[in-house]
């Protein structure tokens, strides 16, 4: 009973601190919301209804098939949101309001913050319960949360707006907590927001390949209806795709966007270590995550998911690099690599799980250190807005991309 009550202190404390420190970015996540308001009022998705704004917007990211207009970006982000729309809806239908004539006037900036920061808010209680089962201490815990929810871009960027990044850090999440059960009937359900991450990013095809086979290795003649699962929402999400935009691939799943061999080798050392964009620069304490994997094989051997996870990586990497725009646009940090958060926080947990930080002077000391700065870059983000002008002053990112590697000007020192 005691851990429930934590846990829900958990999401409250991780809510309110992401949705209420100022900085917000409203990009590519547009239009995210208010597919969910149409979804929720009318029954589609598309937006013709705020055609009126379509002028004003700052990124229209649109795309237009028999007379509708959608949004560009994937819908599954949308529908992970209708759990939050829909009371909404029902309480304004309820006093005769319409949620579409309320935004048709007003931004939906504050209420993609609030949905991000609670679907990234429930990730962190996930991440304490994983960590709690596997350490059995509600401190290392607690600490495991702390990192993953304010040493990260989850703090600094995505929780930001409703990214996609924000849907599958949540899926993700849920698909850990599935597998470290151990038991059939829950990797049967790991196959449920595994598959699901799809509809919200391409990408997620890396994770669904591999941890589809450590899946199947586990369950064997079961294996099937982990597949059928897996089809099913792969065969819904394609009649969905041909009733709205006449083609089973959704416009913005297109492969030849990471296709690029000219900024390739830059964009693998860039993601990891550029002052615009490096993984180990704004989240340094990750490189505690290679030596929580070293842990993991020296006390318990590895397991065929400890592999998968490792190639997961690996892939996702190489594949966000060979992105023309590896940078991810206008945003801050890591964007691009986000998804892979829960995985690098999963050997966290084996870091603490085994560190003794009373006999390990030295480790303990690099690894406040790296927890620090990883705290301060990434509050830097969440806290002021002109870490996010940086992206147009003094030279816009994506037409100025060399900028990723000014040493002299990086975002967090804004």
Not at 43 to 70: C, M, R, T, W
Not at 232 to 258: E, R, W
Not at 273 to 293: A, D, E, K, V, W
Not at 310 to 319: A, G, K, Q
Request: with cysteine; proline share 4%.
């Amino acid at each position: 009973m005691k851990s429930i009550y934590t846990t829900i202190c958990i999401y409250l404390f991780v809510w309110v601190v992401l949705y209420e420190t100022p900085v917000f970015n409203q990009t590519d996540s547009l239009w995210s919301v208010y597919t969910t308001i149409s979804l929720a009022e009318e029954g589609n998705l598309n937006i013709d209804e705020f055609q009126s704004l379509f002028p004003k917007a700052f990124h229209v990211n649109l795309v237009e098939h028999n007379q509708h207009f959608y949004n560009y970006y994937p819908y599954g982000v949308s529908l992970l949101a209708l759990p939050y729309i829909l009371p909404i809806n029902i309480w304004n239908s309820f006093h005769n309001k319409s949620l579409i004539q309320k935004y048709l006037n007003s931004s939906t900036v504050k209420l993609e913050k609030n949905i991000s920061s609670s679907l990234l808010s429930i990730s962190a209680c996930i991440f304490f319960i994983i960590s709690l089962r596997m350490t059995n201490s509600i401190t290392k815990s607690l600490l495991v949360v702390f990192i993953f929810s304010f040493c990260t871009v989850i703090f600094s960027c995505i929780s930001r707006s409703l990214w996609q990044h924000s849907g599958n850090i949540i899926l993700y999440s849920f698909v850990l907590f599935l597998l470290t059960k151990k038991k059939n009937s829950f990797v049967l359900l790991a196959s449920i927001p595994l598959y699901f991450s799809y509809v919200v990013r391409p990408t997620s095809l890396v994770p669904i390949f591999f941890i589809s086979l450590v899946c199947i290795y586990q369950l064997r003649l079961k294996s099937f209806l982990f597949l059928g699962i897996g089809g099913s929402i792969f065969f819904i999400f394609y009649l969905v795709n041909q009733s709205l935009f006449g083609t089973m691939i959704h416009p913005y799943y297109d492969f030849g966007k990471v296709g690029s061999e000219i900024t390739f080798k830059e964009a693998l050392v860039g993601n990891l270590i550029s002052p615009g964009r490096g993984l180990f620069i704004y989240s340094p304490i990750f490189l505690f995550s290679i030596y929580g994997f070293y842990l993991k094989k020296k006390f318990e051997s590895l397991s065929i998911l400890d592999f998968a996870i490792l190639l997961i990586i690996l892939f996702h990497w190489i594949i966000v690099s060979r992105n023309i725009n590896w940078w991810g646009g206008h945003s801050y940090g890591y964007r691009l690599l986000s998804d892979l958060i829960p995985f690098l926080t999963f050997y966290l947990i084996y870091f603490l799980k085994y560190i003794d930080f009373r006999s390990e002077k030295i480790k303990s000391v690099f690894f406040i250190i790296f927890l620090l700065v990883s705290f301060y870059i990434n509050l830097k983000g969440a806290m002021n807005m002109n870490t996010y002008f940086w992206n147009l002053l003094p030279n816009n990112i994506d037409k100025f991309p060399e900028r990723n590697w000014d040493w002299k000007d990086p975002a967090f020192t804004r």
